[in-house]
């Protein structure tokens, strides 16, 4: 997909006044804020299990190499194929051929990431191949053209008076006059209509939650039961993954799903989650008769021995955009690209650039809740920052924040004549705000104090306030 | 060499180059390989540490917590009458699908006389399935199942609605107790082509997350619990 990730502050503009986006936004730090609270207060050992999700990543990036070699060789050995793609183009163009050979019409799809990242239904409708996502959310913004706005509700960007249209629109085979005022009437028309599509399909794709070296399995986590649909039915089962997903064994496999579906929906686990290795086995009655795995690098490796090599931890649980203030004031599709919130705004620069991503960075607070709900602790705001400092050394600030920056570096470095400015300044916006203490008007401040009033100072600077501290 | 090759050499180099490190440092290999043969426990949850009786009252009360049912039978020739009595609280038609687990094969189904029973993979059409649980775990309410030959995966998914049967003394504690089991069976580091871990009846929030039932797996899951007397230390 283009990205639009430098134009985040009209896309953001663009979201604080979609009166709908809101409505449905709001629903974010109702439910999975809560729930995941919840949940985590529900397990005493949850922030050592956190700690220890940590260690297993670490442990893991560090040797990456050997257990990507060691996860290949049990995949082989159990009969199945893997695939190395350096690019998302290559691992589009692999899948698309894998598609091709197999002759394939239909292709079912359980909700993956990666598949965003190499653009792969644009890849395969272009050689006529119709991809139906499965998941519901994806489903639904399948039909509306749209890409996913959040990693694990790709929907939650919709009210359901949209879906209930997009329905209508979309599902002309059925009656006109249906009842589809409920969320329970529109997943069972889905329901309904995705039923077929998964016996029809030819190849199932799905993505991969972790992947296992001891024994060469991939792991995926539905709520719905879509992705086993989608892997047990085809005839070839296509895994997408990238190379950071790997971790050594069952038990490590084990600490992170304790760990993945508290962090994202507060639940002790997900629904279904479903370890698969290699194909069907003799005299099995049902499952896939071939079965491929995708590593995708596009650029992580690098990342590997830089600062920004522990963003390789994250597992996608989605608990960052819960927690961001940013995140939910404008949704996903403002910062332009596959990955959103706060994990987007560190990963989506390695990915596709600087120059193009650069932007997504700035739009924190640095308020600290992502990491603090973070399950793998990635210190995303101090990443975020790199990537500030990254963006200032390649000139890419716009003008007037670099002039500013320039004249506050200026005055810091000079600190007799900054202290005595700021003692005046100080002083004489408490005279101006008079009484009220509010000021509604601020040189330079213009577009701050526009949609709210500027705290007049008391009087003092921090400065002499910390020099009478220390004379006490 | 083929291209699949060369970009998997890519990508390694790569890798070894931005961690700065050999390909053959003995060390490493060592260190990797003691740890994929060792497959230490990390922490794991108190909760998952009771008796067999405990595990039998967590997983029944996690299962209904995650909107599964569940019901208690003492011997195994309780289970075709137990299957057609839900069957009819339900409403549903008297007929099932079910693998060709040893253990389901020799119920005795003429007891339900009123019950038809397929026996194979799901297919379109069938509204019930009845699968044997390989294991089962307490910690979260979760029913392992392993794929074979007489335990076709897509009785889990397909039908709306799916019967499982669990013997109480095969109920673990944790995830790593269910994983030991396996080993067992099927030899370190070995796996069954699939093993499904399922806690609850399908679900989805996808529309302004309300949840609801059935996405797209079963709308209903029940859990038959063998427990017999002696089995229940």
Redesign the interface.
């Known amino acids: 997909m283009e990205p639009t990730s430098k134009n985040f502050k009209s896309n953001a503009a663009g979201a604080l006044t979609d009166a709908q986006l809101q409505r ?1 936004l709001s ?1 974010v730090p ?3 804020v809560k729930k995941r609270a919840d949940a985590a207060a529900a ?3 949850f922030e ?2 956190r700690d ?1 999700g940590r260690e ?1 990543k670490n ?1 893991t990036l ?9 996860f290949e060789e ?1 995949v082989v050995e ?1 009969g199945g194929y893997v ?4 690019t998302a183009q ?1 691992a589009c163009d692999l899948v698309v051929r894998l598609c091709l050979d197999r002759e394939a019409q239909t292709v079912t799809k359980g909700k993956s990431m990666i598949s965003e990242e190499i653009g792969l239904n644009a890849g395969l409708e272009k050689m006529n191949i119709e991809p139906v996502e ?4 994806e489903y ?1 913004i399948q039909l509306r053209g749209e890409t996913p706005s959040h990693l694990i ?4 960007h919709l ?2 008076e949209q ?1 209930e249209a997009d329905f209508r629109r979309t599902h002309t085979e059925l009656p006109e006059e249906r009842n589809l005022d409920e ?2 009437s ?3 028309e ?2 309904q209509i ?2 077929q599509k998964y ?1 029809d399909a030819d190849v199932g794709i799905t993505g991969a939650n972790f992947l296992i ?3 060469g ?1 991939s792991v995926i986590v539905t ?4 992705g ?2 989608t892997q ?2 085809p005839k070839t089962h296509i895994v997408l993954a990238s ?1 950071e997903k790997v971790v ?5 496999a ?2 992170l ?2 760990l993945l579906a508290r962090s994202a ?1 507060g ?21 896939p008769q071939e079965y491929h795995v995708v ?1 995708l ?1 596009n650029g992580r ?6 600062e920004f090599q522990e963003m390789l931890r994250c597992i996608r649980c989605g608990a960052c955009l819960n927690h961001c203030p940013v995140y939910q004031a404008v949704g996903g599709h403002a910062y332009g690209w596959v990955y959103s919130g706060p994990m987007g705004s560190v990963l989506t620069p390695n990915l596709i650039g600087v120059n193009e991503a650069g932007h997504l960075p700035n739009a924190s607070t640095f308020c600290g809740r992502c990491e603090e709900v973070c399950p793998m602790r990635i210190p995303l705001p101090k990443m975020m920052r790199h990537w500030r400092e990254r963006e200032f050394e390649k000139h890419l600030t716009p003008f007037a924040a670099r002039r500013g920056l320039g004249v506050w570096a200026w005055f810091a470095m000079r600190p007799k004549f900054y202290q005595r400015v700021t003692r005046w300044a100080a002083r004489i916006l408490k005279w101006r705000a008079g009484r009220s203490g509010r000021l509604a008007n601020v040189p330079l401040a213009g577009g701050w104090v526009k949609y709210r009033d500027l705290p007049a100072p008391q009087g003092k600077t921090f400065q002499q306030m910390w020099k009478e501290r220390d004379n006490v | 060499m083929s291209d ?1 090759a060369t ?2 050499e ?3 180099g ?3 180059t ?4 050999d ?1 053959d440092s003995m060390e ?2 060592e ?2 390989a003691d ?2 043969e060792d ?5 794991v ?2 909760r998952a540490s009771g008796t067999v009786a405990q595990n039998v009252k967590q997983f029944c009360e ?1 299962m209904e917590a ?1 909107n599964g049912t569940v019901e208690h039978v003492k011997t195994p020739s309780e289970i075709p009458g137990a299957i057609a009595n839900y069957l009819r609280l339900h409403n549903l038609p008297q007929k099932i699908r079910r ?1 060709s687990d040893p253990a389901l094969e020799k119920l005795p189904w003429g007891k339900a006389r009123s019950l038809e029973v397929a026996v ?3 297919r ?1 059409t069938d509204e019930v399935s009845v699968s044997r649980a390989f294991a089962a775990v307490a ?4 029913l392992v199942m392993t ?3 007489d335990n ?3 009785l ?3 039908p709306e609605n799916h019967i499982v049967v669990v013997e109480a003394g095969r109920v673990a504690g ?3 107790d269910a ?1 030991d089991v ?1 080993r067992a069976v099927y030899g370190d ?22 949840i ?1 039932l ?5 709308r209903r899951l029940h859990v038959i619990v063998l427990n017999r007397p002696s089995s229940a230390k």
């Open positions: 449905a629903n109702r439910g999975f397990l005493p050992e050592q299990l220890q297993i442990h560090e040797h990456l190499d050997l257990y990507l070699e060691a049990k159990a695939h190395w793609a350096t290559e499965t998941d519901l959310g639904i509700a790709p929907a939650v009210t359901k879906i969320p329970a529109l997943v069972y889905a329901r995705l039923r016996i070296a001891e024994t399995t709520n719905e039961g879509n086993d649909l047990t039915l190379i050594p064994t069952l038990e490590d084990s600490t799903v304790r929906t639940q002790d686990i997900s629904n279904y989650t479903t370890f698969s290795t290699g194909p069907r086995r003799r005299g099995d009655p049902d499952g590593l690098d490796s690098s990342m590997l021995g830089t | 699949n970009r998997r890519q990508i390694l790569r890798i070894r931005s961690l700065n490190v390909a490493r290999l260190l990797v740890r994929l497959h230490k426990r990390n922490i949850p108190d996690r995650v693998g194979g993979a799901a379109k910690e979260s309410g979760t794929s074979g030959s076709p995966t897509s889990n998914f397909l944790s995830y790593e994983w396996v580091g070995e796996m069954p082509r699939t093993v499904n871990l399922i806690s609850g009846p399908s679900r989805t929030g996808d529309i302004e997350q309300k609801e059935g996405a797209h797996g079963p």
